[in-house]
């Protein structure tokens, strides 16, 4: 299981990887991001709607009415040209941190 910590610092480029598959709504979103981590991933539904607002208020994401579902009408998301860069930026931010964090992991664990 991902710590909480960990998952408030990856969940803007989680939610924007899954978007750039498609346009997608909040309930798809969190059961891709359920099934793709094997549930390592523990999201809670008030954490990932207010990460997508914030996604959507900076105008990383653009919000569109959909069909209807129970009733109620499902808001799907898709990336904006703004959000394919900042997952771009995110994507290589990420992959810096799981370098760097790696080569100081395995460098303390071979001292003596």
């Known amino acids: 299981m991902i710590s909480s910590d960990l998952v408030r610092a990856s969940l803007e480029l989680v939610i924007l990887s899954v978007v750039a598959e498609g346009p997608s709504y909040g309930y798809a979103i969190a059961k891709q991001i359920e099934a793709s981590s094997d549930g390592a991933y523990p999201l809670k539904e008030t954490t990932l ?6 996604l ?3 105008g990383d994401l653009l919000a569109s009415p959909g069909l209807e579902s129970a009733g109620r009408p499902r808001t799907y998301y898709e990336l904006t040209d703004a959000g394919r860069a900042l997952l771009a930026e995110r ?5 810096s941190f799981v370098t760097t964090v790696t080569n100081i992991t395995r460098s303390k664990g071979t001292e003596s």
């Open 49 to 54: 709607y207010a990460a997508i607002r914030r």
């Open 56 to 58: 959507e208020q900076r």
């Open 91 to 95: 994507q290589t931010e990420w992959r």
